[in-house]
């Protein structure tokens, strides 16, 4: 299918733009990002490219933001002397689906995704279904959009409730386990009114890429509002509960025009299955990301050997912007080894700007500038090895075998810390082999080689470039030994020799 994607670079797009300008010496907006930029991201195997953060911004947003004395200590905290020009709102705070000026228009947007298609790469955008900016346009024209509540819950809640500047009691932005998002509004998807100008809004987008990373995209099903919201849902009585979800209406209604446009959920709560059967191409795998941190070995190995249909439609990540950064938050060698199993894994994989450099501090999404953190090199030498290998062999669209896994020798619980999985195809026989722990671990293992006409194999690793010979005999006897340092990976083709 075309809209299948592999590797999915997100970048800050004003953070970019400006380090663009500062390399090259000149103002670079969508409309003339240099070619070799563009090449650069091609190389390196990525296949889709998501610019977070290019809709225009709010002023309104900005200063409730800026009121946030936790926020200001976060924002202190990444980037000491903090000067204000260098602070915007929250890219998740739209006050319209229109480019932000600052960064470019329409036009150069839609030249910029034909120049990406030139070069086999798919343009994702924002989308937030859940709420809109405090001084988005419909606040002022059309109370009825959002969740409407009276003076007295307004004076009972003010952490839930603000006036308008119509005098109209609207709801802030709201999840269910957190406080409330007291720079956006939220919308009403109860209201029929509000689901129709919000598919228009989407179908717009739709015509500058080719497809849309949807924020927090399971709060806006029914049960989910109306578990929030309870009974403010029905506006007074106004309206009634939808007969279908808006995702399955939505997605149908944009693909007629674009077949080939692309869903992406972020998504939790266990939800990722239902936004599936809605209609979503991929859904966020937050699950993956948590067996890495806590190791749990024998959770990633049913997630990486997973046989449906469903395995393919999952999108995984070690890091993004809502995330730390994976140094930060696995340490050096064990973010290697989760970004291997990351690239050998069935779905699609999200890498995020200054994880492939190596940065150890997280951005904070409300600056416009970088934090100035130097390149390690040694990590953007290991990110291009793995990602171009995993391009050029398209390991995604493995179906991997997890093999047997038993111990070396007799009272060695080491092999409890090893990954093996396998794969046989028309391109030939694949292992990819893991230890992820923090010791030295050792192991046999043992996956099907009896079809390969052979006395010798070997074992080529992809990686690295050795190669190891081993009996053909043996290892269907014993098994495969393996000695692995901390963290360590390989990626073995397997050849037949003699």
Not at 218 to 245: A, D
Not at 261 to 279: C, D, H, Q, S, T
Not at 461 to 477: A, C, T
């Amino acid at each position: 299918m075309r809209e299948k994607i592999t590797n999915i670079y997100e970048i800050n797009t004003r953070v970019w733009l400006r380090e663009l300008s500062n390399k090259y010496r000149k103002k670079i907006t969508l409309g003339n990002i240099p070619e070799e930029e563009i090449l650069f991201m091609r190389e390196l195997g990525f296949d889709t490219l998501w610019l977070m953060g290019v809709w225009l911004s709010s002023k309104k947003s900005r200063e409730a933001a800026l009121s946030n004395q936790k926020l200001w200590d976060e924002l202190n905290a990444a980037l000491p002397q903090l000067e204000l020009e260098e602070i915007s709102c929250s890219p998740y705070a739209i006050a319209g689906y229109e480019v932000d000026s600052f960064l470019g228009n329409n036009r150069e947007m839609l030249e910029l995704k034909k120049r990406l298609n030139s070069h086999g790469i798919k343009l994702i955008l924002d989308f937030v279904p859940n709420h809109v900016a405090l001084d988005h346009p419909w606040v002022h024209a059309y109370p009825e959009y959002f969740i409407r509540a009276t003076r007295q819950e307004l004076q009972n809640h003010p952490e839930l409730f603000f006036s308008a500047d119509n005098k109209a009691v609207l709801a802030y932005g709201k999840d269910p386990y957190f406080p409330s998002w007291a720079d956006v509004v939220q919308l009403n998807y109860y209201n029929p009114s509000t689901r129709k100008a919000i598919q228009e809004e989407l179908l717009r987008v739709a015509s500058l890429c080719d497809g849309v990373r949807c924020d927090m995209a399971m709060l806006i099903l029914k049960r989910v509002q109306k578990q929030i919201w309870g009974e403010r849902v029905f506006g007074s009585g106004k309206f009634t509960e939808p007969e279908s979800e808006f995702w399955q209406e939505s997605i149908g209604y944009i693909k007629k025009s674009y077949p080939e446009f692309i869903f992406i959920a972020e998504v939790y709560w266990g939800l990722e299955y239902e936004l599936m059967n809605l209609g979503f191409n991929y859904v966020y795998d937050k699950t993956f990301y948590d067996f890495l941190e806590y190791s749990d070995i024998e959770k990633l190995k049913g997630n990486l050997t997973e046989q449906n249909e469903t395995a393919g439609k999952k999108l995984k990540f070690i890091e993004n912007h809502d995330e730390n950064r994976a140094i930060a938050v696995f340490g050096r060698e064990k973010s290697k080894a989760a970004a291997f199993l990351l690239a050998v894994s069935p779905g699609a994989h999200l890498f995020h700007q200054g994880q492939i450099e190596g940065f150890k501090n997280k951005l904070p999404i409300y600056l416009k500038e970088s934090l100035g953190e130097k390149s390690d090199e040694g990590i953007i030498e290991f990110y291009k090895n793995i990602l171009v290998t995993s391009k050029n062999i398209s390991l995604n669209m493995f179906a991997w075998e997890s093999t047997v896994i038993f111990p070396a020798w007799k009272e060695n619980e080491t092999y409890k810390n090893c990954i093996a999985l396998f794969n046989k195809n028309q391109y030939g026989y694949y292992l990819a082999v893991a230890n992820y722990s923090d010791s030295q671990s050792q192991c046999y293992t043992r996956f099907d080689i009896t079809t390969i006409q052979a006395k010798e194999l070997i074992f080529k690793d992809l990686l690295s470039q050795s190669e190891y010979v081993r009996g053909k005999e043996d290892i269907i006897l014993k098994g495969l030994y393996l000695d692995m340092h901390k963290y360590g990976y390989h990626l073995f083709r397997i050849l037949g020799e003699g």
